[in-house]
T-cell receptor, first 112, second 114 residues
Framework: DAKTTQPPSMDCAEGRAANLPCNHSTISGNEYVYWYRQIHSQGPQYIIHGLKNNETNEMASLIITEDRKSSTLILPHATLRDTAVYYCIVRVGGGATNKLIFGTGTLLAVQP | DADVTQTPRNRITKTGKRIMLECSQTKGHDRMYWYRQDPGLGLRLIYYSFDVKDINKGEISDGYSVSRQAQAKFSLSLESAIPNQTALYFC?????????????FGSGTRLTVV
């Protein structure tokens, strides 16, 4: 079973920041938080991941709370192309035998 | 060319027929996976392989089989297709020797069993 809880849907105005929350209250010390997105039945796309420090890349920022029980994915300037289902996944990191287990994600609708 | 290529992209087949979905990758990754997605749901893991000699069942392997013909090729078979196997199927690869890199997914195969 997925170990994360996400809202089923969210709206965001184009050009504004989109903040997508995720709860992972049972996360273990060696588990990372991964974010993927899926645009209209395409293959999921990796966005970002982190362990305990905040992370930023060209796509997004990931803010992880100090207790690591929740996190927020931030798309700083959402565009219509960011409309997608966003999946938050916790998983042991590299070299592990754990697989990616997907939940149902958050459908982000970016409005013009 | 795509890093992970799935064929066919779309397929309609009849109940009881055997069908094979193919996946090939150019990323040189050891690990390959097959997922299925039903409408409105997340992806569910069918089978996975950590190297050519390693095959493992996932969450929903009943009714499916796989073959890892080479590092670059991982095929999914439905021995006797049934309508509730109608779904979108994704192949993915990963290289977990490289710390924490993500999975790369193919574009999917839409399978309809009538």
């Amino acid at each position: 079973d997925a170990k994360t809880t996400q809202p089923p849907s969210m709206d965001c105005a184009e050009g504004r920041a989109a903040n997508l929350p995720c709860n992972h209250s049972t996360i273990s010390g060696n588990e990372y938080v991964y974010w993927y997105r899926q645009i209209h039945s395409q293959g999921p796309q990796y966005i970002i991941h982190g362990l305990k420090n905040n992370e930023t890349n060209e796509m997004a920022s990931l803010i992880i709370t100090e207790d690591r029980k929740s996190s927020t994915l931030i798309l700083p300037h959402a565009t219509l192309r960011d409309t997608a289902v966003y999946y938050c996944i916790v998983r042991v990191g590299g070299g592990a035998t754990n697989k990616l287990i997907f939940g149902t994600g958050t459908l982000l609708a970016v409005q013009p | 060319d795509a890093d992970v290529t799935q064929t066919p992209r779309n397929r309609i087949t009849k109940t009881g027929k055997r069908i094979m979905l193919e996946c090939s990758q150019t990323k040189g990754h050891d690990r390959m996976y097959w997922y299925r997605q039903d409408p409105g749901l997340g992806l569910r893991l069918i089978y996975y392989s950590f190297d050519v000699k390693d095959i493992n069942k996932g969450e929903i392997s009943d009714g499916y089989s796989v073959s890892r013909q080479a590092q670059a090729k991982f095929s999914l078979s439905l021995e006797s297709a049934i309508p509730n196997q109608t779904a979108l199927y994704f192949c993915a690869t990963s290289d977990d020797r490289v710390a924490n890199y993500g999975y790369t997914f193919g574009s999917g195969t839409r399978l309809t069993v009538v």
